[in-house]
């Protein structure tokens, strides 16, 4: 309801209501909704004009339409919706200018929006003292619909003489799409909105990931091969433990030759990342395989609409080219990207190219119970590849720590990759509050991989006394995808005056037919195939049920409960199956193996949350998840083994605005089975079950509107509980109990900061405005197996640039320092001088990281 403010003798009333159309279909204001609206802190009153009132004071009203940032500042693009006149017009204007509100929110994520205020003027009364207004912070969640107007009132600031005027209306439309279902569970769930996305530089779209509490990602082996994950204590290799979704799409990939849960992010377009969602941890009941650390949800949608091209050139002989369409007068999530990339690479064997697109488009009556989302990306790379490098190679001066080995079989080390993948999301809302969606998504990837980890130790199983010719290994795996999902939500229950609450069910399935094959090339006869190890056909069926309760209990404390079943099936065509290699002449076989095995997997997921202050709240989580198997090791009629994922955090969240949110939470989490790489063969390999317990501590800070800043720290305890046992293959194996866990860093770091803003005066035809940035990722030392130890890793890049108009000018400085590290580093066997006899020890590997590299763009918009 709005207030009357008497701040002078001349007062003006303000009146703060949101009311929506009769074919709004909305929730109920009672409904527990993600998005709140705008509300006034500060207020500056109008001033009754001289002119006026030598004219004869009356009463005037004057309708504005303005835009709250989502820094809680006014914009400049007032519209006056209802005239009272010149004078009053602009005395309208220069207060509303000056006022302050706290912004509107999707979840924790400050939104802009648009809303049109009433200010009446009244004729001057009586002179009386001014009567102090204090800000309240009261207010009222507006519906998840952000397409359409919402039925609820945006308070203002009051006082003890304050009176109620009558209904102004106040339409107010936040950017965006409708949020149907909330996704904060337990502490560690962050939600990173664009504004922070934009405030450091990112040399790709994939290092989005970088301002996830807990999380560092590298890419030791080019532009066509997957990024190397990490993840609160867990070395997520590239994906095996990390749920991920672009766009409602999966992008993971079950039994991937090159890694469980196989998840590249290559095609992701940066200037596309509207939000990234992280779930850290596995509370949710919609999570479902490779949740084992936790998972990132990144949506895509862009904010300014129109044509834009950018082109980037920087060192290494670096291209990118940008081209972008954001129709107008159409949802943020409605547009058409493309990009390419080319690079000669920041040392030898190294160069690359890669080209992809997406395109998504949001359809549908806002005011319609139906709306759909279309959204379908292509994608394309291929890359030479460096491999690894021994330390002692590398210390000695036998190689550079940029280079490569000097053989056939190093320098051959490629890798080529292709996917596109297309959904369709219909999503429904109820007049009376309940909502649904359905997905449906086609998918294809290919994948192949020339890579030598060991140098020269490697025999043919088929081809006697034949050994030698370098360890190339090609890796290849096709998969073709389809699944769908749905879930329906009821409309909210209220039993009594004290609980409120909706009931959730759904579904997701997935189908896959994956082609793979392993095998050793001789680089110097034309890579000519000189061993066969893997030549199989998996089909798999996962198809998952979950339920999900959501009350609310007075508003002081949230209970979430649900449950999630999972049945996986497998058929297996593994046509080098029960192979005899030539070291046992004696046996004889028929090649091939074909078995089928099924498996079910469930678990519960609980949360709580506890506000007992408006600023502060009190959060714990309970989940137990799973982890499918790679179908290949499974036996026939095996009942499918998954690891065991066993999740708990509790943490609190304090911030009663955005100039200061923190977040502090302990974990733990348990594994049945863990996998680690095995660099002999190329692939995972189990290690047994682990345990980790850890903290994270995060802020986010907006002490001025033109300043954002933010840091986490996260710390982990990761142990080894149960290793596999020494084999007669195997007398040393490289993992004992107890030993913390290899490759798993105890702290991971992350620092953002920007500034942006105006740097001439607004109303200029050409605006002039600024922007800086800065981020910094932290790798402590980590362990490796065989007791050795991987440096630290301390990244800075730099960003800064100029726009003016339609015109802009950016520089991007990655790893200012200049410091050589690792972006992948282990510890094993190898050999890599073959004029030298074979050495039997552990030896560090480091597969490097980009040197000092930047980037300038020039960029239009229109």
């Known amino acids: 309801m709005g207030a009357l403010v008497r701040a002078s003798a001349y007062a003006a009333v303000v009146s703060a209501l949101i009311v929506a159309p009769a074919l709004a279909r909305a929730e109920p204001p009672t409904a527990m909704d993600a998005i709140r609206p705008p509300v006034l802190l500060e207020q500056t009153p109008a001033v009754y004009p001289e002119e006026a009132r030598d004219d004869g004071a009356e009463e005037r009203e004057v309708a504005l339409l303005i835009t709250i940032q989502s820094d809680g500042d006014v914009g400049e693009d007032i519209e006056v919706a209802s005239s009272g006149g010149a004078a009053f017009d602009a005395a309208a204007i220069t207060a509303v200018r000056a006022w302050r509100f706290a912004p509107a929110r999707r979840g924790e994520q400050a939104i802009a929006s648009r809303i049109r205020v009433s200010v009446r003027f009244t004729p001057p009364a009586?002179?009386?003292?001014?009567?102090?207004?204090?800000?309240?912070?009261?207010?009222?969640?507006?519906?998840?619909?952000?397409?359409?107007?919402?039925?609820?009132?945006?308070?203002?600031?009051?006082?003890?003489?304050?009176?109620?005027?009558?209904?102004?209306?106040?339409?107010?439309?936040?950017?965006?799409?409708?949020?149907?279902?909330?996704?904060?569970?337990?502490?560690?769930?962050?939600?990173?909105?664009?504004?922070?996305?934009?405030?450091?530089?990112?040399?790709?779209?994939?290092?989005?990931?970088?301002?996830?509490?807990?999380?560092?990602?590298?890419?030791?082996?080019?532009?066509?091969?997957?990024?190397?994950?990490?993840?609160?204590?867990?070395?997520?290799?590239?994906?095996?433990?990390?749920?991920?979704?672009?766009g409602g799409l999966p992008i993971n990939l079950p039994s991937h030759i090159h890694g469980q849960g196989y998840a590249d992010l290559g095609f992701l377009i940066g200037e596309t990342v509207d939000e990234l969602h992280a779930m850290e941890g596995v509370y949710d009941p919609r999570q479902g395989d490779f949740a084992v650390a936790g998972s990132f949800d990144i949506r895509l949608g862009v904010r300014e609409r129109g044509w834009r091209a950018a082109s980037s050139y920087g060192r290494f002989n670096t291209f990118r080219q940008l081209a972008l369409w954001a129709p107008e007068d159409q949802p943020d999530e409605t547009f058409a990207a493309v990009q390419y990339q080319r690079s000669d690479g920041f040392g030898d064997n190294r160069e690359g190219q890669q080209a992809s697109g997406i395109v998504q488009a949001r359809f549908g009556k806002p005011e319609g119970p139906w709306r759909h989302r279309v959204i379908g990306f292509m994608h394309g790379a291929r890359a030479g590849l460096a491999g690894v490098l021994r330390q002692d190679d590398i210390d000695a001066g036998l190689v550079d720590y940029h280079g490569v080995y000097p053989y056939p079989t190093a320098l051959a080390q490629s890798a080529l990759a292709g996917r596109v993948m297309a959904g369709l999301f219909p999503e429904y809302r109820g007049a009376r509050g309940d909502n649904a969606g359905v997905g449906l998504w086609l998918g294809?990837?290919?994948?192949?991989?020339?890579?030598?980890?060991?140098?020269?130790?490697?025999?043919?199983?088929?081809?006697?006394?034949?050994?030698?010719?370098?360890?190339?290994?090609?890796?290849?795996?096709?998969?073709?995808?389809?699944?769908?999902?749905?879930?329906?939500?009821?409309?909210?229950?209220?039993?009594?005056?004290?609980?409120?609450?909706?009931?959730?069910?759904?579904?997701?399935?997935?189908?896959?037919?994956?082609?793979?094959?392993?095998?050793?090339?001789?680089?110097?006869?034309?890579?000519?195939?000189?061993?066969?190890?893997?030549?199989?056909?998996?089909?798999?069926?996962?198809?998952?049920?979950?339920?999900?309760?959501?009350?609310?209990?007075?508003?002081?404390?949230?209970?979430?409960?649900?449950?999630?079943?999972?049945?996986?099936?497998?058929?297996?065509?593994?046509?080098?199956?029960?192979?005899?290699?030539?070291?046992?002449?004696?046996?004889?076989?028929?090649?091939?193996?074909?078995?089928?095995?099924?498996?079910?997997?469930?678990?519960?997921?609980?949360?709580?949350?506890?506000?007992?202050?408006?600023?502060?709240?009190?959060?714990?989580?309970?989940?137990?998840?799973?982890?499918?198997?790679?179908?290949?090791?499974?036996?026939?009629?095996?009942?499918?083994?998954?690891?065991?994922?066993?999740?708990?955090?509790?943490?609190?969240?304090?911030?009663?605005?955005?100039?200061?949110?923190?977040?502090?939470?302990?974990?733990?989490?348990?594994?049945?089975?863990?996998?680690?790489?095995?660099?002999?063969?190329?692939?995972?390999?189990r290690i047994g079950a682990t345990r980790r317990l850890g903290a994270v501590v995060t802020a986010q800070t907006r002490p001025l509107p033109w300043l954002l800043g933010a840091l986490s720290v996260t710390y982990v305890d990761a142990t080894l509980l149960e290793p596999p046992p020494a084999t007669a293959e195997d007398p040393q194996p490289p993992f004992t109990q107890g030993q913390k866990l290899p490759f798993v860093a105890p702290v991971v770091a992350r620092a953002d900061l920007g500034v942006h803003g105006p740097l001439a005066r607004a109303g200029a035809k050409w605006p002039l405005s600024g922007r800086l940035g800065a981020g910094f990722s932290y790798l402590s030392p980590r362990p490796l197996p065989y007791g050795a130890r991987a440096d630290h890793v301390p990244l800075l890049d730099l960003s800064g640039g100029l726009r003016f108009g339609p015109l802009d000018l950016g520089a991007a400085f990655f790893n200012v320092l200049n410091r050589d590290y690792a972006a992948v580093e282990y510890n094993f066997a190898s050999h890599w001088n073959p004029a030298r006899p074979r050495p039997r020890t552990p030896a560090r590997h480091i597969s490097a990281g980009a040197p000092f590299s930047f980037l300038i763009t020039l960029g239009v918009t229109l």
């Open 444 to 685: 294809y990837d290919s994948f192949r991989l020339q890579s030598n980890f060991t140098g020269f130790t490697q025999k043919s199983q088929s081809l006697e006394s034949v050994g030698g010719r370098g360890d190339l290994f090609e890796l290849q795996n096709r998969t073709v995808s389809a699944g769908l999902s749905g879930r329906y939500r009821t409309r909210p229950y209220r039993p009594a005056w004290w609980a409120i609450g909706t009931v959730e069910l759904g579904l997701d399935g997935r189908l896959d037919r994956v082609e793979q094959a392993q095998y050793l090339l001789d680089a110097a006869v034309r890579n000519q195939s000189w061993d066969h190890r893997v030549d199989a056909v998996i089909h798999g069926l996962d198809l998952g049920l979950w339920g999900d309760l959501d009350w609310r209990f007075t508003q002081y404390l949230r209970l979430r409960a649900g449950v999630r079943m999972d049945a996986l099936f497998y058929d297996v065509d593994d046509r080098l199956g029960n192979f005899a290699p030539t070291t046992r002449p004696d046996d004889s076989f028929l090649p091939g193996f074909r078995r089928s095995a099924q498996g079910l997997a469930a678990g519960p997921r609980a949360s709580a949350e506890v506000t007992p202050l408006d600023w502060l709240a009190i959060r714990a989580a309970y989940g137990e998840g799973y982890r499918s198997p790679q179908a290949r090791t499974l036996a026939d009629g095996e009942r499918a083994p998954f690891t065991k994922v066993r999740s708990a955090d509790l943490g609190l969240r304090l911030g009663r605005d955005e100039r200061l949110e923190l977040t502090t939470a302990g974990y733990f989490t348990q594994l049945s089975d863990d996998v680690a790489f095995e660099p002999r063969e190329g692939r995972l390999e």
């Open 126 to 246: 009586p002179p009386e003292p001014p009567a102090p207004s204090r800000p309240t912070t009261t207010d009222r969640p507006i519906p998840e619909d952000t397409s359409t107007p919402a039925e609820t009132s945006a308070p203002g600031p009051g006082d003890a003489a304050s009176e109620a005027p009558g209904d102004e209306a106040i339409d107010v439309t936040v950017r965006g799409e409708r949020e149907l279902r909330e996704q904060e569970r337990g502490a560690s769930s962050f939600t990173v909105d664009r504004e922070l996305l934009e405030a450091a530089p990112r040399s790709e779209g994939a290092e989005v990931l970088r301002s996830a509490p807990g999380v560092f990602i590298g890419r030791g082996e080019g532009m066509a091969v997957a990024h190397r994950y990490m993840l609160r204590g867990f070395d997520a290799d590239h994906g095996q433990d990390i749920e991920m979704r672009v």
